[in-house]
């Protein structure tokens, strides 16, 4: 069953605690993105990556870190430094055609106790 | 800067009633759009892609450059039609989201 797997689904975290969130893809994709969503505003862009052991900072990546160190995994960090890190996390992939096809993960909810 | 801007929150319509989600859109040169859809406990997908002025479950959308807008249009929503509408703008390498619509279509 190809797809994205993003896991855990549901992570609960104590302040000033880092945590990983998990995703992985075998739809052979080169390019990987982390989006968070929260109410209202829609899907902002953290990190992305082109190709392996590549990746730039999206338009909020302050308080997280990546790594693509396979083409199928694209792992996202929150660390302490992130001041509001309860949200709903998005992985997606896609080919590097034109298409430009965005397919995403189920999701990852994130809650700081 | 790149923005992508849906003006609705949530649009509510009846059944067989047209329907029109709102995407306004900056960007200086020639933009790639697209609708994007998250039906109930399922993953976001993609609906259609301007390029492709493609008719997708009854939908399309036209880009018109001269108002900054790539509107999403349906003659008779639905029920099934229900759900939450992402307007995306790609540019180098990068997709930008709207806030998104809901979409609730009444019986």
């Known amino acids: 069953d190809g797809g994205i797997t993003q896991s855990p689904k549901y992570l609960f975290r104590k302040e000033g605690q880092n945590v990983t969130l998990s995703c992985e893809q075998n739809?052979?994709?080169?390019?990987m993105y982390w989006y968070r969503q929260d109410p209202g505003q829609g899907l902002r862009l953290i990190y992305y990556s082109q190709i392996v052991n590549d990746f730039q900072k999206g338009d909020i990546a302050e308080g997280y870190s990546v790594s693509r160190e396979k083409k199928e995994s694209f792992p996202l960090t929150v660390t302490s430094a992130q001041k509001n890190p309860t949200a709903f996390y998005l992985c997606?992939?896609?080919?590097?055609?034109?298409?430009?096809?965005?397919?995403f993960g189920e999701g990852s909810r994130l809650t700081v106790l | 800067a790149q923005r992508v801007t849906q003006p609705e929150k949530l649009l509510s319509v009846f059944k067989g009633a047209p329907v029109e989600l709102k995407c306004n859109y900056s960007?200086?040169?020639?933009?790639?759009l697209f609708w994007y859809v998250q039906y109930s406990r399922q993953r976001l997908q993609l609906l259609l892609r301007?390029?492709s002025r493609e008719s997708i479950k009854g939908f399309t959308a036209d880009l018109n450059k001269g108002e900054t807008s790539f509107h999403l249009k349906k003659p008779f929503a639905q029920e099934e039609d229900s759900a939450m509408y992402y307007c995306a703008l790609y540019n180098f390498n990068k997709f930008y989201f709207g806030s998104g619509t809901k979409l609730n279509v009444k019986p």
């Open positions: 960007y200086s040169g020639s933009p790639e």
């Open positions: 997606a992939s896609t080919p590097r055609d034109d298409k430009k096809e965005l397919f």
């Open positions: 301007h390029i």
């Open positions: 739809l052979n994709h080169d390019a």
